[in-house]
């Protein structure tokens, strides 16, 4: 058996989508502050023609920084760690390592399709899965060869015990496979019709209140499988490398992983309180929302206690303050949701402003600052160089902190602002404001919304600039470092 | 305690997907039939309807707007009666949206006209001053879709025996007679309700531009 530093890691494919992350992170942000401004300046609408309004450019957003950024950095994740807790390395398998190569360049070919189309505005509109079916059944394609390349390693591993990271990625595996199969089933008029229409065009399988169930059923775990489940596994793998500290407890992170396997899916219902799905479900999904929180915090504080007796770290590398309040917000995320899926709460809160404001402390705060601090701490040891300027990290981290603070406090305002004017009536029981008072009155939290969001994407781009100095102009590294990543 | 579980990948695995799939066995399988059970009465969408659905979904309307009324007073008060479950048997997909940027539109057909959405789409602020919605003026330009939108009727007919008449049928004929004898006339009303000269100019030369889908689709939400 070789030891761990005998074996040198074949970082090819990593390194590749290091690269699509900070392009989509740009792309996808970008738009992202756009039509945030859009909301308080509408006259922004205009500047691309009908490809350039707030509900065209929308999902672009959406699929671009969930399907672009946040997929590139867990592969690049994926590729760079699991091989090295299963102690096998890409450029052992031959096979894999090019199947690996061919899943990016599918990859490529699906998100450059995706954009085009939506851009287009050929969508079948259903949130977060708006791709029509010939991109469907390219992603199910580039899913299975990820499948393969992850069992294969596996298959080869010399660590007997895998690694808590891993469960975490079969979960994501296995859970956006099983979702994204059943919410995508589409009926393609093209083979029904005598060939009539538009080739690429769908009718989803299911109607009205089942399609709104399948569709919360996957919307709501593709916050679990995308934005939870896989960030979880970079935390496991990240935190204990760059502090040199061993994870808290075992037993913890066995409870909230299968707590959180078991309890997730459940908790869909959420999204549809209120509507026309039967009441029963509803209530399913508010009360497992709440039970929720065990299995998150489980896993948040056993990251936050991780790093007992060594919080000096924080004090001194950037790379842990990211990570340490990615696990913060993501505690304050999966406290906020549960608020917001008890029925009496979401009767105000849903279809308000306060939703999307949940949403970004979770992405920006958990999701973005876990990649962020993934991607730096692999640049020392894939790119062997130190990395090229820690007081650009820490510019970095308060600039995007003070970011995704002002994003979430006005969206707290606005969307409770909102819900509250929707229902006010006055001493004769005559509804109060007329609908377009409740919009006139979120302008200013809109225009700090936009500002938050520009403090984050100015962020985005430190990092991608840090990023690429490292890799092309950082210190040079003898060997690799143990686990504190070293900066200038 | 787990890891002779950890050291078995396959099982692992086989545990995690048990672990995970039942959830939606319980929760979405026991009312599916029941739900997607039409109230009375209700009508599938003609075609003009359906290239209308399209303009709606392809400008991404449901970005801000939503299509479900719920049942507190102060929505009915604002919106009129809430939904019902009965009321999406014909919507592929639904359409209820997460958003509310906008006013909900499930019944917008009963307080709106075809010249008030004519007016709307072309320039919010003309009807609502302090809008913040975009102008879509590429609408009145752009043909619709209107045989993408055949094509779907026939694909629903024949799939999920969604009731069209004999109109309805998988080939190009019919389309083109259908679009000649039913599609036509509907578009003209609308055109003539709008009280826009280049529309109806445009519609009585047998094009048909998506604003007139659109504003069907929309007097057909009630």
Known sequence: MQSNTALEYDYSVAKLYM??????????????????????????????????????????????????????????????????????????????????????????????????????????????????????????????????????????????????SLWYY???????????????????????SGGLGAWYHSVSMYAGTNDALVQ?????????????????????????KESGQAVYSYKLSLLSFWGLM????????????????????????SIFSVVLILPSWGSAINMLLTMKGEWNQLTENPLIKF???????????????????????????????????HVHDGVLGWVAFMIFAALMHMSTRVFKREIYSKSLLEAQFWIQTTGVVLYFTSMWIAGITQGMMWRAVDEYGNLMYSFIDTVTVLHPYYTIRAIGGLLFLIGVFMFAYNLYKTATAGRKLENEPQFRSPMA | ???????????????????????????????????????????????????????????????????????????????????????????????????????????????????????????????????????YKHQFKNIADTETAYAEAVTVKRVFNTPYGPEIAPSKEAYEKYYKEKLLPEAKKIAKEMKNKEVEAMVNQGKVPEIVALIAYLNRLK
């Open chain 1, 262 to 285: 078991f309890v997730y899916l459940w908790a869909g219902g959420h999204h549809l309180l209120w509507s026309t799905v039967p009441d029963w479900m509803q209530t399913m999904g």
């Open chain 1, 323 to 357: 990570m340490v309040l990615a696990s913060t917000f993501y505690m304050l995320s999966t406290l906020e949701g549960p608020i917001q899926a008890v029925k009496s709460v979401n009767a105000i809160a849903h279809f308000t402003d306060w939703i999307p404001g």
């Open chain 2, 1 to 135: 305690m787990f890891h002779w579980l950890e050291k078995n990948p396959f099982l692992f695995s086989v545990g995690v997907f048990i672990v995970i799939a039942f959830a939606g066995l319980i929760e979405i399988l026991p009312n599916f039939a029941e739900a997607a059970r039409p109230i009375k009465g209700l009508k599938p969408y003609t075609v003009l309807e359906l290239a209308g659905k399209e303009v709606y979904k392809k400008d991404n309307c449901i970005a801000c707007h939503s299509q479900l009324i719920r049942p507190f007073k102060a929505e009915t008060d604002r919106y009129g009666q809430y939904s019902l479950s009965g009321e999406y048997a014909y919507d592929r997909p639904f359409l209820w949206g997460s958003k509310r940027t906008g006013p909900d539109l499930h019944r917008v057909g009963n307080y709106r006209t075809s010249d008030w959405h004519a007016n709307h789409m072309w320039d919010p602020k003309s009807v609502v001053p302090t809008s913040i919605m975009p102008a």
């Open chain 1, 216 to 240: 919360w059923w996957w919307g709501h775990n593709a916050v679990a499988f995308v934005f939870t489940v896989p960030i979880i596994a970079l935390i496991y793998y990240f935190l204990p």
């Open chain 1, 19 to 164: 690269w699509t992350t900070v392009i989509f992170g740009i792309v996808g942000m970008t738009i992202g502050v756009l039509i945030a401004a859009q909301l308080a300046f509408p006259e922004l609408n205009y500047l691309m023609g009908e490809y350039g309004t707030f509900s065209r450019l929308r999902p672009l957003h959406t699929n671009v920084v969930i399907y672009g950024f946040t997929l590139s950095g867990i592969m690049a994740s994926f590729y760079y760690s699991a091989p090295r807790v299963l102690k096998v390395s890409m450029g052992e398998l031959p096979l894999i390592n090019a199947l690996a190569k061919f899943q990016f360049v599918a990859y490529l070919v699906a998100a450059t399709g995706m954009v085009i189309s939506l851009g287009m505005g050929i969508t079948a509109n259903k949130e977060y899965a708006q791709m029509e079916w010939p991109l469907d059944v390219l992603i199910v394609v580039y899913w299975v060869i990820w499948g393969i390349n992850m069992f294969a390693l596996i298959g080869a591993r010399r660590e007997k015990a895998l690694y808590i």
């Open chain 1, 170 to 192: 079969i979960a994501c595996f296995l859970g956006v496979a099983m979702l994204y199969l059943f919410n995508n089933m589409e009926v393609p008029t093209l083979f029904f």
